[in-house]
């Protein structure tokens, strides 16, 4: 069997003193699409930042290995680099900063750090077109400021499409659902599962079965007081938008 | 030797008036004295001035031995003006019809500079112009005639290399007659080591006419820097500045602008970027003194290390200035425990029917758009880097010339 892409091994940590994740396990191999379903405040986004190196939390046990690295000791840019990728569930604006050339950078960035050229402005518009059209992003979309002004749809598929330029073995996805129109959410669940193959891994944390009746995942954990209280498959999303979180959280 | 007693002998000593204006200059200077604590506009800058004992002007003549570049290399078409070390080089220009520019002696020998040198300020409330005046010699009278719109920016570049404690005392007259439009660029550059610039521009702006003046201040960081910018706007004239300053002991740009009759507009644009212990200033004063007139600025600024980021905007709006509009705004960027910023705001409002706005913020990086970068793989000194720019990006965007803008932003 190969190497997990991810693996989290009792991990605890706090937040402004308060303990956040408790004693979190799992485990999740190439090819693998698992669900993190919970209830509000349980820590799912919390799980998200600390995987991907946000300032401000603080890892007070257990280990993280990404595709055999050591994850909690690299920083947050050398994480992206290595492959690990979170659509935020806020995107931030970034107002002086273009669409297109902020992307740019972030590719890059990824290729400077797996040894390859930077591609420059003309290579980089064509690779950009053909990611963008897909996802129905226009030319005006990546001249404007990133994430000003954006709606919450265009938002989320901004993300998307930052996912499919720098191609990530593991992909996050925090609320891509949240905010979304039918069509919109199509759009974005299409973008994804076109991204997703044997190699790579995708998480998403959602609170509603609709993005999992789009992105059909392998596991379903439900996650509850910072750390995963039961795990099935996707029968058990099904069971919880039936009978809500509670039966689970009060059985533990 | 200190700044009041050269013992220089200057061109023009023998013209009675000249003699005169050079003798108030030094009377308001002596009385005035180098800024101190107490000097109202210079509060947070006159230590910056430093000393001035050993400051010594050059008044022989220009005798230029080819070590300067007469040309400058620049990515846009411009009319071209060189300073060697504080003297203006040449005689002739090449400018096109309707645009006059000849060396300030020669305009006070022809006697057309009379109705213009020093009549937009009194020497007495700014120490470093009456200075300026004491000294008059070196500088240029550029006229651009009625109706003449030049087909391309004037560029001025005054580039210094000498080593010596210099006093570089220049004084330029520019006058836009009627209707006329002219874009100027002012760049200051070059590696002296002990270099003072006391610039004094006197800008008159007639009826519906219109300048743009770009000025980038990027000089060796162990220079002084003084520029006062007096300006005289006539109906619906149109003065745009946009100045630019590095990291240098001390850069001060200093703005004073008299809108005088209805309908002019004038804007006082810029940025300044500091890495280690410099000191940027940028200090205005809009005199609203007539009905429907309109001011703008915005002002932004990076401060790192133990440097010092000044902006003092005073707007004033005269009795009789109603229905006119002034805005004001200066943020500042503070990367650094030990750097300072300091904003003085001033609005002196004596109208009723008026739009006035002032506006000053102070703070780092914004954490949340670093973290958004650096989870993308962008490292942390890049993103700081394209996020510095872009903060800047949003003033060089208020710039008309794309081309100035794009060359000024590759330099910074």
Redo the contacts between chains.
Sequence with gaps: MSEPILEIKNLSATVADKEIIKNLNLTINPGEVHALMGPNGAGKSTLSYILTGKPGYEVTGGEVMFCGKNLLAMKPDERACAGLFLSMQYPVAIPGVATNNFLKHALNAKRKYEGLPELDAAEFLKILRTEAKNLNIGADMLKREINVGFSGGEKKRMEILQMSLLKPSLAILDEADSGLDIDALKLVADGVNKLHNENNALLIITHHLDLLNHIQPDIVHIYADGHIVKSGDKSLAIELEKSGYKTFVDAE | MSLAEQNITLWGDDIPWLAGLREKGLIAFNKSGLPTAKTEAWKYSFKAVGQTENLQIDASAHECDGHCHHQCDLPFEAYQIHFCDGKLHGEHFDLPQGVSLKPLVEAIYDGDVKPYLNKSFDTENFPFAALNTAYLEQGFMLIIERGIVVDKPIFIRYHTEHNTDTFNNIRNIIVVESRAKAEIIEFFDGDSTGNFNNVVNEIFLAADSSLRHYKLQSESALTRHISFNSVQQKSNSSYKCFVAQKECILARHESYIKLLQEGAFAEVNGIYKLNENGVSDITTNIRHLAPHTTSNQLVKGVVDGHAKGVFQGQIHIAPEAQQTEGYQLHRALLLSDSGEVDCKPELEIFADDVKCSHGATCGDLD???L??????????E??RR??I???L??VLNKIDNIEVAEWIKAQF
């Design positions: 954490k949340e758009q973290f958004y970068m650096q989870s993308r793989g962008i490292n942390s890049d993103a394209i996020l720019e872009a903060y990006q949003e």
